[in-house]
């Protein structure tokens, strides 16, 4: 190697140093001392860095360069996708991500980011499928395992937006993320006396102003400190709320930015006896760390609603109706069963007053739905244009991230269209950090199938907007109905489109119905088990003795 070559080297090692530690000062110089000598380069590594650091100014004025450099290149088309997905753009980017996928001879260094950012496209949009197989391509072209492992967890998050193959086909796509980890070495357990209390562990990036705290936030203030102590390991940057959750706890890390290998010895080094992951496959998760089994015992669910496939983990949290003997066939991990729900709602707080129906004033009825567009299948749609039809003048509420930007509204208002429903029934609102208060503007919720709505179906609960919902044999799609169950709605749960229909359009037709239900839902949530903080705690910490002592008496 010469001087030179060696001189190359020293500065790229300088400026990927510099970015995984996202100085990005620092990059820039850097960058900036290789421009004269590899420009193409260069210019890529700039938008690069205006894409990492938020300025798309910046990663505009780079690509624009670069195309003039290398104009054919491929990671300068894929670049130049990118800038526009960053402004807010998904139409054009699926369009040309999708044609640069099917070109031949693409550098693999590539093909995993284009196929990547053509799966997060494709999920914008509601194309579940091109998604689902974007994300497993990119799984299969990552370069190194970790980044193949992530590609997967998206893969097998996103396929729960198609139809359910079989639990079998389900257990054995899970299993495929496991086999990520097989060369891992575990931490050894040997099993010790039972001190006075049981040391629980709960690890999450969720820590913090998100809907899944909702859910899981009695684990850390709710707990029976005479029995336990928590320690909660948070796997992103803290909040507010995540500072007043750290007072509540006997011990707090924050293990972000740490290899899996270091954030499992530190939970290992704090004597876990039971680890619970609260976000499975989803955004941020920690599944990698759990795999090395730092903890005796380590139990999943709440953030996620399927098997995480790692031997490691060794139980799935569910509830009686969400979970059956045959569901059992459809995970690695055994099912723990909670005689009631597998969760603990708890509002944000200072939540506005419920409203009556607005049909009262309106003088028609409302329905709508503040999902997540991806989970709104053509199959929705036709329900929802079903509805529609036989409900005269009512009217299509839907707010969604989807109605932000205009090439994503436009294309999904012609998706719309095409079921058959006209604009002038629609009002669409793009989402908003405060969103509640919209819900005094729906009579009834209609919820998506076959992935139906979690928080937003409790925020339409406890606002006291009646919800619809179709589920089927698999727990991904019943996590409504357990939840109208656990209420006392279970009639507005149903299994067939037809019925769908029906129940929506009678709800519709009931005007005195509606409004007691307006009235009382929120009552209702408040007394059932959805919210019982005590119940719940009492259940759950039975159920965690219950697996430590068969621990136990396997070490013996």
Request: include cysteine; proline fraction near 6%; charged fraction near 25%.
């Amino acid at each position: 190697m010469n001087g030179r070559s060696e001189g190359l080297a020293s500065l790229r090692n300088t400026i990927y140093a510099a970015l995984d530690r996202r100085d990005f000062p620092a990059a820039r110089q850097a960058i900036t001392r290789l421009l004269p000598q590899r420009e193409a380069e260069a210019l890529g590594l700039l938008a690069s860095v205006g894409i990492e650091s938020g300025d798309a100014a910046e990663a505009e004025e780079a690509v624009k360069k670069l195309r003039r450099v290398a104009p054919g290149d491929a990671y300068t088309r894929f670049l130049a996708a990118r800038v526009k997905f960053m402004r807010g753009e998904t139409v054009a980017p699926a369009r040309e991500l999708a044609a640069l996928a099917r070109e031949k001879n693409i550098p693999r260094a590539y093909q995993e980011k284009i196929y990547n950012l053509l799966g997060q496209c494709c999920r914008f949009l509601g194309r579940s499928e091109e998604s689902v197989a974007a994300y497993l391509a990119a799984s299969r072209a990552a370069a190194e395992p970790r980044l193949a492992a992530l590609e997967y967890s998206d893969y097998l998050f996103n396929a729960h937006y198609l139809p359910p193959p079989s639990p079998a086909e389900r257990r054995r796509r899970a299993a495929g993320y496991g086999a990520f980890f097989k060369d891992v070495t575990p931490f050894l357990h040997r099993w010790r006396e039972p001190e006075k209390k049981l040391r629980i562990g709960y690890i999450s990036p969720d820590f913090r102003d998100h809907v899944v705290l909702r859910f899981c936030a009695a684990l850390l203030t709710s707990y029976d400190r005479a029995r336990f102590e928590v320690y909660a390991y948070m796997n992103a940057p803290e909040d507010e709320k995540s500072r007043a959750l750290a007072r509540e706890v006997d011990g707090w890390r924050n293990i972000f930015g740490a290899s899996p290998a270091a954030a499992a010895r530190q939970i290992y080094e704090d004597g876990v006896d039971i680890l619970v992951d609260l976000a499975g496959h989803t955004r941020g998760g920690a599944l990698p760390v759990l795999a090395y089994k730092p903890a005796p015992v380590q139990v999943s669910g709440i953030g996620y609603f399927a098997s995480t496939g790692l031997p490691a983990v060794d139980y799935f949290l569910g509830d009686v109706y969400l979970d059956d003997a045959a569901e059992q066939d459809a995970f690695t991990e055994k099912l723990m069963v909670l005689p009631h729900s597998h969760f603990c709602y708890a509002p944000r707080g200072q939540e506005p007053a419920v409203a009556s129906p607005p049909c009262e004033k309106n003088g028609y009825v409302t329905f709508g739905s503040f999902n997540n567009f991806t989970k709104v299948t053509d199959e929705v749609l036709a329900a929802w244009a079903e509805i529609l039809r036989q409900v005269p003048d009512s009217r299509l509420l839907l707010k969604a991230d989807v109605f932000g930007a205009a090439d994503s509204r436009a294309y999904a208002m012609e998706r719309i269209a095409r079921a058959g429903i006209v604009p002038e029934r629609l009002i669409l609102r793009p989402l908003s950090q405060e969103y509640l208060g919209e819900y005094a503007d729906m009579d009834i919720a209609l919820d998506p199938f076959p992935y139906p709505g979690g928080g937003t179906t409790c925020d339409a609960l406890y606002m006291g907007v009646p919800v619809v919902t179709m589920y089927a044999a698999r727990r991904s799609t019943r996590f409504s109905y357990a939840l109208l169950t656990h209420v006392g709605l279970d009639e507005c749960a149903v299994q067939t489109p037809e019925d769908y229909a029906v129940c929506a359009v009678a709800l519709a037709h009931d005007t005195d119905r509606l409004d007691q239900l307006h009235k009382r839902l929120r009552g209702k949530m408040e007394k059932s088990s959805v919210m019982d903080q005590t119940g719940y705690m009492r259940a759950l910490e039975r159920a965690y003795e219950d697996v430590l002592h068969l621990d136990a008496e396997e070490r013996r």
